[in-house]
T-cell receptor, first 114, second 114 residues
Framework: ETGVTQSPTHLIKTRGQQVTLRCSSQSGHNTVSWYQQALGQGPQFIFQYYREEENGRGNFPPRFSGLQFPNYSSELNVNALELDDSALYLC?????????????FGAGTRLSVL | DQQVKQNSPSLSVQEGRISILNCDYTNSMFDYFLWYKKYPAEGPTFLISISSIKDKNEDGRFTVFLNKSAKHLSLHIVPSQPGDSAVYFCAASVGLFGNEKLTFGTGTRLTIIP
């Protein structure tokens, strides 16, 4: 069984640029959530996609956007990058069936904005 | 507004002894609580969870206790092993089913001393 994979692992961008991060969900999972983890903080929920539709959004501006594809993989796009966007971006996949919210995480993409 | 709080940034425990990690929350709507463990350069790994209808859940060396009236939960690890050294995150969500967002604490770094 393949787990959650994210690419790239590291990325360096300059302020004002745009970035796309990618995530492949675990086999059998149709829900993908994205989180931002700043240094010394816990992950913060950005948004979630279920069956290619946004299914909940955290307190992030519209320049953070996403997509989910028919194979349930997902992209996170960030426009007009700011220095504060430097963080570890985590993707988690899950299945909506069953008890609890067991989300399984990838290793993340570390984004540095200079 | 930190709805999930882990007030101890770090904890050191002798190998073989009990490790107790604590977590407090403020949102009474939370129904489900999870603990994740995170090693450097890896994503968070699910450890154990508990729903609000229970006050204890056990899985091998790991036990989670929930005190709803105090809005407090704790993770007990007995006996502690060197491989348990990691950052532990407490997380909470609204709803027992489905995949609503997870709200994380800031984490506790556990170090097991051989």
């Amino acid at each position: 069984e393949t787990g959650v994979t994210q690419s790239p692992t590291h990325l360096i961008k300059t302020r004002g640029q745009q970035v796309t991060l990618r995530c492949s969900s675990q086999s059998g999972h149709n829900t993908v959530s994205w989180y931002q983890q700043a240094l010394g903080q816990g992950p913060q929920f950005i948004f979630q996609y279920y069956r290619e539709e946004e299914n909940g959004r955290g307190n992030f501006p519209p320049r953070f956007s996403g997509l989910q594809f028919p194979n349930y993989s997902s992209e996170l796009n960030v426009n007009a990058l700011e220095l504060d966007d430097s963080a570890l971006y985590l993707c988690a996949s899950s299945s909506p069936t069953g008890e609890g919210n067991i989300q399984y995480f990838g290793a993340g993409t570390r984004l540095s904005v200079l | 507004d930190q709805q999930v709080k882990q007030n101890s940034p770090s904890l050191s425990v002798q190998e073989g002894r009990i490790s107790i990690l604590n977590c407090d929350y403020t949102n009474s709507m939370f129904d489900y609580f999870l603990w994740y463990k995170k090693y450097p350069a890896e994503g968070p790994t699910f450890l154990i969870s508990i729903s609000s209808i229970k006050d204890k859940n056990e899985d091998g060396r790991f036990t989670v206790f929930l005190n709803k009236s105090a809005k407090h939960l704790s993770l007990h690890i007995v006996p502690s092993q060197p491989g348990d050294s990691a950052v532990y995150f407490c997380a909470a969500s609204v709803g027992l089913f489905g995949n609503e967002k997870l709200t994380f604490g800031t984490g506790t770094r556990l170090t097991i001393i051989p």
